[in-house]
């Protein structure tokens, strides 16, 4: 039998899985126009049943099964658990607090106990969800499973932190750095995850800003090490000289967006702001994906199932 691309340029064929929350004219094999893909709906249906019985697949999440055609193998019962960080929360780590008028500052601001002792080298840090369950899994489903697509997803909710940042930029708008990843990590995964999630971002144009990538601004000079089991005091001692900046005129006098998955303990971005800071940038924020809260805080939320609405075009954009 013919190969379904045979004849095609290989660049239009694509791999697909199967999902509970998608269309056909997300999946790459759409009609060309919005009529004709409704007048396929039936024949869709038909075929989404058909491919599911011969081709089964499951939910890389949950395991539950997937019955029609997408890109990215999680199905919208996963998409739609990933909740937004809401409330009880720092106003520059974004670290979680027991109460919202614990450690105000001068601006009524409440801070955490880290940021009240010493300020970071970043002026905010901004994440969209917490890094358990769904999201979590998402962001390791990409990391450590090479499942690409899932950057899209990511990308989409790494905008809602920055628009959340964009009230502060000044003008000329940011430029966009990905925290690297050590040459000998990067050729064992194939890619950057924060690059690529940051590169989606940007493309969906958060905030309606033209924010720009700039590669090969800073570098990862050595390996580190975990960190979750080290002290405050360890994970400085670890990052310290961890990071290069490989063009400082591309840093001087310019505002830094600095972009990683995950905001665990901090260090890593701080580590990166300082070196910023060194080297010139006059104001740097970080955007991430996910962030690590204190277990002990009682003052922080994920969005509630009120908010379900802004939720669903996170889990329908899942699948472009």
Same mark, same amino acid.
Not at 62 to 79: E, K, N
Not at 242 to 267: H, M, N, R, S
């Given at each position: ?220 000079? *050595? ?54 800071? *060194?080297?010139?940038?006059? *104001? ?37």
């Amino acid at each position: 039998m013919r190969p379904a691309c045979a004849g095609r340029r290989r660049s239009r064929c694509r791999r697909v899985v199967f999902s509970s929350s998608t269309d056909l004219e997300r999946t790459g094999f759409t009609a060309g126009s919005r009529v004709e893909a409704a007048g396929l709906s039936g024949l869709t249906g038909a075929a989404e049943s058909l491919f599911a019985t011969l081709f089964p697949a499951d939910c890389r999440l949950c395991g539950a099964p997937l019955i029609r055609i997408s890109r990215l193998p999680v199905c919208q019962d996963c998409l739609s658990s990933v909740r937004r960080i809401a409330g009880g929360l720092c106003s520059i780590c974004g670290e979680a607090i027991f109460s919202p008028y614990a450690g105000l500052d001068g601006q009524g601001e409440s801070l955490c106990g880290v940021c009240r002792g010493l300020k970071p080298a970043y002026v905010q840090a901004a994440s969209y969800g917490s890094y358990e369950g769904g999201l979590r899994e998402l962001i390791d489903l990409l990391k450590y499973e090479g499942v690409r697509p899932a950057a899209h997803i990511l990308g989409r909710m790494l905008g809602e932190a920055i628009t959340r940042l964009a009230p502060e930029f000044g003008e000329p708008p940011p430029r966009v750095i990905p925290v690297p990843l050590h040459l000998r990590k990067f050729d064992e995964r194939g890619f950057n995850q924060s690059q690529l999630i940051a590169q989606a971002a940007l493309r969906m144009k958060p905030a309606a800003l033209d924010l720009r990538l700039a590669d090969g601004v800073l570098k990862r000079t *050595r390996a580190t090490l975990s960190e979750r089991r080290l002290s405050r005091a360890q994970r400085r001692e670890n990052m310290r000289g961890a990071f290069a900046i490989e063009k400082p005129v591309e840093v001087a006098g310019q505002q830094i967006l600095l972009i990683d998955d995950v905001f665990a303990t901090g260090t890593t971005v701080s580590e990166c702001a300082r070196l910023l800071r *060194r080297a010139g940038a006059t *104001r740097i924020w970080v955007a991430t994906v996910a962030r690590t809260l204190s277990g002990e805080a009682s003052g922080a939320r994920v969005a509630s199932h009120k908010d379900e609405d802004e939720l669903v075009p996170l889990a329908r954009a899942a699948h472009v």
